[in-house]
């Protein structure tokens, strides 16, 4: 007898949807992503830095999540043999704090837990970023480290799941799930019933809704983050820069992006630190980039309390996956293979 393929919804066209579509797709599922907008990425996704390394982070400061991060990172050759080149827009990070000390415990720590990191000197800063008004000391060197577009990403995956058979249903919004006991039997959308055999949320800090209306309080939560595209006449950086609170990289269409933290004034304080960057970009930089802004947003990104993924098929509920983490650009490739393997063992 020949069964046919278990059809999976995946709720969410953002990075996390797009990773897992694409290995329930190579598994054999018949995949039908559900997203609200008429494009993917357009959640945390569009806003995101895309740093995909550990360079920037104390491994002391959350040793598990540190650990999970390392794990993660050896997924992305594999991805790469499967998908083809990745939207790659920079190589090796150069990350520096506020002082000395605090550059040489980070190479310190992150030397101790078996990363590739090394101490650069001023020379060796100078030629590695030969833009820099005024190098630091000391600096990290992470050559491992990198950057990727998640937008291009995510387009990647998805369009590697369409290929193996997976539909994507834009400006759809999924506005709760079919359950009846306790079986999920599909999802109720703008667009009508759509049934499942299992359902998917990766929709970022939206699962909270969708849960709280079958009376799971997922422990998930919004944090904001600032992030920033300038439009520059040349390519200012090479790499990834981490200066002390500022991060810049190439864009790979051009200019650069900025990632900081959101100001605590909240909407009313954006214009201000859009200049304050702008200013510490000048000075930072020789010569002093021309830059135009492109765009800008402080986006939601999705966290999860305690720091490790809400990767979970919930107890009191048959059928039903859930997939949020933190950060999502480097975690969605191993946890969504993990997933896929586990929601096809259980249909
Ligand atoms: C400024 C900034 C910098 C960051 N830097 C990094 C970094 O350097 N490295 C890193 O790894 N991570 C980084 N992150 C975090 C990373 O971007 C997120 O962890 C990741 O994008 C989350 O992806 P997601 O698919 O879970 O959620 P999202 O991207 O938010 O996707 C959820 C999708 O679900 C859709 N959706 C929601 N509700 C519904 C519904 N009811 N029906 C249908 N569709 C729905 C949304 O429209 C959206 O497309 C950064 C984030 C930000 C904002």
């Known amino acids: ?202 929709n970022g800090v939206a699962v909270k809704t969708l849960l709280s209306d079958v009376g799971v309080d997922a422990p998930v939560y919004e944090a904001p983050a600032f992030l920033m595209r300038w439009q520059t006449d040349d390519a200012v950086v090479r790499h990834l820069v981490c200066a002390n609170d500022l991060e810049l990289r190439p864009d790979l269409q051009g200019g650069i992006v900025i990632a900081t933290d959101y100001p605590e004034e909240g909407e009313a304080g954006l214009e201000a630190l859009v200049q304050t960057v702008k200013t510490r970009l000048q000075q930072l930089l020789t010569p002093a980039p021309s830059l135009e802004l492109r765009g800008m947003a402080g986006a939601r990104r999705p966290l999860v309390k305690g720091g490790m993924p809400y990767r979970k098929k919930l107890s009191n509920l048959t059928n039903l996956y859930t997939l949020v983490a933190h950060p999502g650009i480097i975690l969605s490739p191993y946890l969504a293979r993990l997933s896929a393997q586990e929601i096809m063992d259980g249909i």
């Open 1 to 202: 007898m020949i069964h046919p393929a278990p059809k999976v919804v995946v709720v969410g066209g953002g990075i996390m949807g797009a990773c897992i579509a694409w290995n329930l797709a190579k598994a054999g599922a018949k995949v039908l992503v559900l997203e609200q907008h008429a494009e993917p990425a357009k959640g945390a996704t569009q806003w995101s830095y895309g740093w995909v390394g550990t360079a920037s982070v104390l491994p002391s400061e959350a040793p598990q999540a540190f650990a999970l991060k390392q794990t993660a990172l050896r997924e992305f050759s594999a991805l790469e043999k499967e998908l083809g080149t990745l939207p790659y827009a920079a190589y090796g990070a150069l990350v520096w704090g506020e002082n000395d000390e605090e550059t040489h415990q980070l190479v310190a720590e992150q030397q101790a837990v078996g990363v590739s990191m090394s101490l650069m000197d001023q020379a060796a800063i100078r030629q590695l970023e030969p833009s820099l008004t005024t190098p630091p000391r000391y600096a990290a060197w992470a050559p491992d480290d990198f950057a990727i577009e998640p937008i291009m990403l995510t387009q990647q995956l998805l369009d590697a799941a369409k290929g193996l058979g997976a539909e994507v249903r834009y400006n759809t919004v999924v506005e709760r799930l079919l359950v009846q006991g306790d079986t999920v039997l599909g999802v109720t959308t703008t667009q009508g019933d759509i049934s499942a055999q299992a359902v998917v949320l990766a």
